[in-house]
């Protein structure tokens, strides 16, 4: 049997790092960077693809900066609504897998409760509107094949490298003895190796097409989440001179920002956790493997 060849968006980023890593010993990764694929570029990515011929795609790439999509709406609606139109589209024509990464920010995030995969969604901001757009996209086109096509919708993304609310918290950290972090914004932090764990199962065992939700189990705050940082960094010998007492916690009201973002990412995880027959690990579990991984870097 030919190993399939795979499209990676995005593969510099940190899901798609770690896609390219997971996924290299199945087939034949394929993940051009910026310079040799614009994403935006819809006459590019066509051509690409006719030349390239991948039979499975990974999209984890998306304009991500939420602040800047209220301003830069055009370029956030080409990568996060056009693009994943035009995957699909190619992977219908072509009998070619596709998954492609989703956020919870598609959700109103209104509630306190973890929303199942049927619940109304109502983004609250112009990057949740374009993402949603784009799965829409691929569940419309989509529906009605038998061509695997799996959504993957996340919450609060990390790794060890890239751009992240991790790696900016430790930064912090060593710069100030105190800390505002938002308390009631509430979701499980997900780990961009989580993601790519899920992603191969995905691929593996072929469950039903269609929406997940992919996240860790459990839930805390921004402030949660910072004050764990700074207690596992601590745990790991890492000098810090904050401590995880001194980050205090204040509202969203208290830090406005360009765009609104939900109070309520919490995200029900039954059924992916039935359909891999897998159970996700718990958010701090993660949390703990990434600092380790991190830490080495710094040693």
């Known amino acids: ?118 619940a109304p969604t109502a983004p609250v901001n112009y990057y949740g509107k374009s993402k949603l757009a784009g799965d829409e996209a691929v569940l419309r086109i989509c529906a009605e094949t038998t061509v695997p096509h799996y959504i993957l919708r996340t919450s609060w993304v990390y790794s060890a490298r890239g751009h992240n609310f991790l790696r900016t918290m430790l930064r912090l950290g060593r710069e100030r003895s105190h800390l505002n972090v938002v308390a009631d914004q509430v979701g499980a932090p997900t780990s961009a190796r989580c993601l790519a764990q899920l992603a191969v199962l995905m691929f593996t065992r072929r469950p039903e097409s269609g929406l997940y939700h992919a996240v860790s189990r459990g839930e805390v705050s921004w402030q949660g989440f910072a004050q764990a940082i700074f207690r596992h960094a601590h745990a790991l010998g890492y000098i810090l001179p904050i401590e995880p007492e001194q ?46 991984e991190w830490h080495s870097t710094q040693l």
């Open 1 to 118: 049997m030919s190993r399939p060849r795979i499209l990676i968006t995005g593969g510099q980023g940190q899901v798609g790092f770690e896609l390219v890593r997971s996924f290299g010993l199945i087939g034949e990764v394929l993940a051009p960077s910026r310079a040799e694929l614009d994403l935006a570029d819809a006459s590019a990515v066509k051509t690409w693809l006719a030349e390239h011929r991948p039979n499975w795609i990974l999209n984890p790439a998306a304009f991500t900066a939420v602040d800047k999509a209220e301003s830069e709406r055009e370029l956030c609606w080409q990568v996060n609504a056009e693009l994943p139109q035009l995957l699909a589209e190619y992977g219908v024509a072509n009998n070619a897998g596709l998954i492609h990464f989703s956020s919870d920010y598609v959700y109103p995030g209104d509630g306190d409760r973890p929303r199942a995969e049927d």
């Open 247 to 292: 980050v205090a916690g204040i509202a969203t009201r208290d830090y406005p920002t360009p765009a609104q973002r939900p109070l309520n990412s919490r995200l029900a995880v039954a059924k992916i956790e039935q359909a891999l027959a897998v159970q996700l690990p718990q958010w701090e579990t993660e949390l703990q493997q990434v600092l380790m």
